[in-house]
């Protein structure tokens, strides 16, 4: 079975940097983009990016770019989604998801909140 | 950036109602859309790919139609698991972008 299992909840203080995990299991990990998804509370989705673990090509949504990095690790078959400087505005649930048509399999979401 | 605008934000309906959610591309997008179900506190689910193909194991009741610029999602017959936000995405050409979603409430 295909799963992205995602890194817990995060609570961080402003100017503190982050990264998260997405660990793929159940296919080839290499032959498959993942993207990260944000929602922040009460809205809906935004598409960040994604990255094709195999040669590490990644593309960023122009929202994002600058804001945080998208990187992979494909000897462990995970990706990650990190800040250098956390804002107050970037508490939200981050999913990471498999690109396959568009989304086929999402991960469980990773929690992130920013408060002094 | 292909700009989705779906419609309407919000609707109340009842058990049994059909329902249609309609998705707008900014340019064409040939049939390159998915539909997600969101349910509070879990992650989307994917119910239609390529505009029109039903996710396995998804209802036959949820259908999705339409190319180019518009699309819809339809529930012939709505039931009470089926009360949940729903959104289009775009996968055409990146940065990829979703609708702003459709809040399904029981009327």
């Known amino acids: 079975d295909v799963q992205l299992v995602q890194s817990g909840a995060e609570v961080k203080k402003p100017g503190e940097s982050l990264k998260i995990s997405c660990k793929g299991s159940?296919?080839?990990?290499?032959?498959?983009?993942i993207g990260w998804v944000r929602q922040m509370p009460g809205k809906g989705l935004e598409w960040m990016g994604s990255?094709?673990?195999?040669?590490?090509?990644?593309r960023y949504s122009p929202s994002f770019q600058g804001q945080v990095t998208i990187s992979a690790d494909k000897s462990i078959t995970t990706a990650y989604l990190q800040w250098s400087s956390l804002k107050a505005s970037d508490t939200a649930m981050y999913y990471c998801?498999?690109?396959?048509?568009?989304?086929?399999?999402w991960g469980q979401g990773s929690l992130v909140t920013v408060s002094s | 950036d292909i700009q989705m605008t779906q419609s309407p934000s919000s609707l109340s309906a009842s058990v049994g109602d059909r329902v249609t959610i309609t998705c707008r591309a900014s340019?064409?997008?040939?049939?390159?859309l998915g539909w997600y179900q969101q349910k509070p506190g879990k992650a989307p689910k994917r119910l239609i790919y390529?505009?029109?193909s039903l996710q396995s194991g998804v209802p036959s009741r949820f259908s999705g139609s339409g190319s180019g610029t518009e699309f819809t999602l339809t529930i012939s017959s709505l039931q009470p698991e089926d009360f949940a936000t729903y959104y289009c995405l775009q996968h055409n050409s990146y940065p990829w972008t979703f609708g702003q979603g459709t809040k399904v409430e029981i009327k």
């Open positions: 340019q064409a997008i040939r049939n390159d």
């Open positions: 990255i094709y673990p195999g040669d590490s090509d990644t």
């Open positions: 998801a498999r690109l396959v048509t568009a989304i086929d399999y």
């Open positions: 390529a505009a029109s």
């Open positions: 159940g296919y080839t990990f290499t032959n498959y983009w």
